[in-house]
């Protein structure tokens, strides 16, 4: 995959796990955030095993490395999760969006990937359009705790399959990933009681998220990272919140307002200095 595909697959990636934060939403009047993720994972896993079932017979050497990635991946969907109990959205979203800070600093530490003054000024860009685009107010609690593990959580995620795509087969390491992620959300949705109430609407939700926001968007992410750095990685995620806000407020009602247009007209902006940032070509 050449860079500037990486760049515009992440992107529709971001466009796409925007787009389903309404769907989400409104699937978990119907189940809960757990047996949502495990039957979206189970989806995603069972269509990537059949059409890319070739990628299985090479697994061995990839099932510790794919069991890495979904500790972290798991960790970052359930201390988010659990952490939307005890804090507003606003502030789930903008504690989250900090991996973008956090990436870089894991990348440096992990892979030793060097940090361009480009890419400095695209964290700090991005980090306050987020800031703007959460309307983030009040003091520290609980949840919000929680939601910076996640955001920990995430970081190392994203850093970790920039590593690990270029040692293994990015299929046979997202087919391992989204199976034990399944089988961790199944464990925790077995100790809620498998709660679920069925519904059309529930059924789609986890139909389009597992189709696109995990099998296919989870598989791009994977075959794009094996050419980008993390850091620019992470700085492209970024557009996830904005179309979570484009998407909520076109089915929702919600809107950005002055200061999310502000802050997302920020995050672009960092993302085109990440664009244009072509001193190397990975880590």
Not at 229 to 246: C, D, K, M, Q, V
């Amino acid at each position: 995959m050449r860079r500037s595909t990486a760049i515009i697959s992440l992107f529709l990636v971001s466009v796409v796990w925007g787009g389903t934060f309404p769907l989400v939403k409104a699937s978990l009047d119907y189940i809960s955030p757990l047996g949502f993720i495990a039957l979206r994972f189970l989806l995603g896993f069972g269509i990537l095993a059949i059409f890319l079932f070739k990628s299985l017979k090479n697994s061995k050497d990839a099932l510790i490395p794919g069991l890495i990635l979904s500790i972290f991946l798991f960790l970052g969907y359930f201390f988010q999760t659990v952490g939307l109990k005890y804090t507003t959205s606003s502030h789930s979203g903008f504690i989250t969006g900090l991996y973008v800070v956090f990436t870089p600093l894991f990348a440096v530490l992990m892979l030793k990937e060097k940090i361009t003054t480009k890419v400095s000024i695209a964290v700090i860009l991005a980090l306050i359009g987020l800031y703007l685009i959460s309307n983030i107010s009040g003091g520290i609690n609980f949840g919000d705790f929680l939601t910076l593990i996640c955001a920990i959580a995430y970081a190392i995620q994203v850093v970790l399959v920039a590593k690990y795509s270029r040692m293994y087969d990015p299929n046979t390491l997202t087919i391992i990933e989204l199976a034990f992620v399944f089988i961790f959300s199944l464990g925790g949705w077995g100790i809620e009681g498998f709660s679920i109430h069925w519904s059309w609407l529930m059924i789609f939700g986890v139909v389009f998220t597992g189709i696109f926001a995990t099998a296919l968007a989870i598989l791009v992410q994977t075959h794009a990272q094996r050419v980008l750095p993390s850091s620019h990685a992470a700085i492209i995620y970024t557009a996830e919140p904005i179309f979570a806000g484009l998407f909520s407020y076109i089915f929702l009602g919600e809107g950005l307002g002055t200061k999310g247009i502000i802050g997302a007209a920020l995050i672009l902006l960092g993302m085109l200095l990440v664009a244009f940032d072509k001193s190397h070509q990975g880590p």
